[in-house]
């Protein structure tokens, strides 16, 4: 099993910024994905970002240029700074991990972009 525990969620105006942290544990496997997905009410989860043992990085369309995903190794960790925040980015985020086929994610936490 994986567990994962995010932090860093909150309400900030347009054009704000916010840090996610997910930080993994449990049977860690060192080939894996892990990022973020977001799901705004009545609409389905996407993939905001994500980044693969090797480093490689993949995001959205909606965020490039403004979020960033980064890693720490040792600590088992990953990171989503979100820059120039739109009210559209307001979701419940969650952390995602995906090694040998399985799926885990984390409880979610929301992000609410208003003024």
């Known amino acids: 099993q994986v567990q994962l525990v995010e932090s860093g969620g909150g309400l900030v105006q347009p054009g704000g910024s916010l840090r996610l942290s997910c930080a993994a544990s449990?049977?860690?496997?060192?080939?894996?994905?892990m990022g973020w997905y977001r799901q705004a009410p009545g609409k389905q989860r996407e993939l905001v970002a994500d980044v693969n043992n090797n480093g490689f990085t993949n995001y959205a369309n909606a965020v490039k240029g403004r979020f960033t995903i980064s890693r720490d190794i040792a600590k088992n960790t990953v990171y989503l700074q979100m820059n120039s925040l739109k009210p559209e980015d307001t979701a419940v985020y969650y952390c995602?991990?995906?090694?040998?086929?399985?799926?885990?994610w984390g409880q979610g936490t929301q992000v609410t972009v208003s003024s």
């Open positions: 449990g049977r860690i496997f060192s080939i894996y994905t």
């Open positions: 995602h991990r995906g090694q040998l086929g399985i799926a885990y």
